[in-house]
């Protein structure tokens, strides 16, 4: 099964907090590990992503940890802003094939 | 730079009509996807061109549904006969290629799809 389990379904964060989401996958296959956010009436938009040869990538005020041991991966939003309110997707993919596997979502709302 | 078009933005039809979506990727992206997003779930993926050949489609409800790539730009997405369980939002997105540089997906705005 190509399953990517994302957790919580729902995060509450005041402002200048730190948002922490976590992926799990299944299929040792994935070599990309992209994170993508999502407003309301929109597409999702690319927003941070990582190969398994590296354990964190930092972009400014996001940073994915990444266990390959444990089939584990995380983005940590630091300084929550209230334009940070999105829905955040995990995915799993193959770098030969193009495809992601999705998970199911993390609703972020920050609180000012 | 143009994003991924998409249209129409709504749609409602009843059970067992038809309804076709088309999308218009960033020019010069050699790969497109369809996706479809039900409410509360991650996008699923539906069917993948690379020009205008089928990469995966392997999830794709190929008696109802079918998908269309001429000349290797835009693209439909058909779906005869809408079921309920259709109703969902159906994204197209749109990639340079695959590895190493071209595996960023830019998605569109999406279709949102209701069956009554």
Known sequence: QQQVKQSPQSLIVQKGGISIINCAYENTAFDYFPWYQQFPGKGPALLIAIRPDVSEKKEGRFTISFNKSAKQFSLHIMDSQPGDSATYFCAGGSSNTGKLIFGQGTTLQVKP | ?116
């Open chain 2, 1 to 116: 730079e143009a994003g991924v078009a998409q249209s129409p933005r709504y749609k409602i039809i009843e059970k067992r009509q038809s309804v076709a979506f088309w999308c218009n990727p960033i020019s010069g992206h050699a790969t497109l996807y369809w996706y479809q997003q039900i409410l509360g779930q991650g996008p699923k993926l539906l069917i993948q061109f690379q020009n205008n050949g089928v990469v995966d489609d392997s999830q794709l409800p190929k008696d109802r549904f079918s998908a269309e790539r001429l000349k290797g730009v835009d693209s439909t997405l058909k779906i005869q006969p809408a079921k309920l369980e259709d109703s969902a939002v159906y994204l197209c997105a749109s990639s340079l290629g695959t590895a190493p540089e071209g595996e960023t997906q830019y998605f569109g705005p999406g279709t949102r799809l209701l069956v009554l």
